[in-house]
């Protein structure tokens, strides 16, 4: 999979250049659409500043950025993750977003219209061998998976960190230092803060230098954005919105 050319040469340019107000200006004349994964050779390139007539699978146009909120495990979601952030990322960024979550399931062919997934929920669970694979060939082709322990389930904690050593048995799950370029795109984010004490640090998964999945055992989901939701007695991190908004300018950069 991959994201639009235009994108990723005009960030990348820019982003060592002048972090900040020169990723927000870029964003605006760039289309975040993923490709087709099957689609071989290189991808067209689009003019900037022209947003495509074409529909995604979610129903904006090529130029808004869609995120999914992932079902897996056969059944298993989560309505507790606050598609809040993407109205933030939209009022301080360049960044034009969907505004709402779309439920795709995670072994669909559907998942690589979305540069970024959200995967979240409570207690144990267990991926199927399709799930897996799918997953695995998504973040392969340049998709992020944002993953989040729901209340700071730890059977979530658990179940996640198994599944993840079996689709990506060769790039275990590493702590993120706060110097990493994902706290420092729309907004500079030198701590995290967590609802109750010391928050464990991001964990992430790399794949040739660049993220492939982003992980918060203590949760990003933003409950206090959500409708009967609450983190109960949760370690959530509290600046959940800014690190969010960060993940999706990263997602669509690197």
């Not at 639009?4 to 250049?17: E, F, I, K």
């Not at 109205?87 to 995670?106: G, M, P, Q, Y």
């Not at 392969?140 to 996640?160: H, I, M, P, Q």
């Amino acid at each position: 999979m991959q994201h639009a050319t235009t994108l990723r040469r005009v960030l990348r340019s820019l982003v060592g250049a002048a972090a900040g107000a020169s990723l927000i200006a870029a964003l605006a004349v760039a289309s975040a659409a993923p490709k087709d994964p099957d689609a071989g050779g290189a991808q067209p390139e689009r003019s900037a500043g022209v947003v495509p007539d074409a529909r995604q699978s979610g129903g904006e146009p090529d130029g808004i950025v869609q995120v999914a909120n992932l079902v897996y495990a056969g059944t298993k979601s989560s309505q507790c993750f606050a598609d809040h952030f993407l109205v933030k990322a939209e009022k301080d960024s360049a960044i034009s977003t969907s505004r709402r979550f779309h439920a795709v399931k995670l072994a669909s062919d559907a998942l690589y219209e979305f540069p970024l997934v959200i995967m979240t929920g409570e207690g144990s669970f267990q991926l199927s061998d399709a799930e897996r694979e799918n997953l695995r060939r998504y973040v392969s082709r340049g998709g992020l998976l944002l993953a989040s322990a729901g209340c700071s389930s730890t059977e979530w904690d658990r179940a996640f960190r198994r599944e993840m050593a079996r689709v990506f048995p060769d790039a275990p799950l590493q702590p993120i230092d706060m110097s990493h370029p994902i706290f420092h795109t729309v907004y500079e984010i030198h701590h995290l803060k967590a609802a109750s004490g010391e928050p464990q640090p991001l964990a992430g998964i790399s794949l040739g230098g660049r993220l492939g999945a982003v992980y918060s055992p203590d949760g990003l989901n933003d409950t206090s954005h959500t409708s009967g939701c609450c983190c109960c007695g949760g370690n959530e991190i509290v600046n959940a919105i800014e690190v969010n908004v960060n993940i999706v300018a990263y997602a669509l950069t690197y």
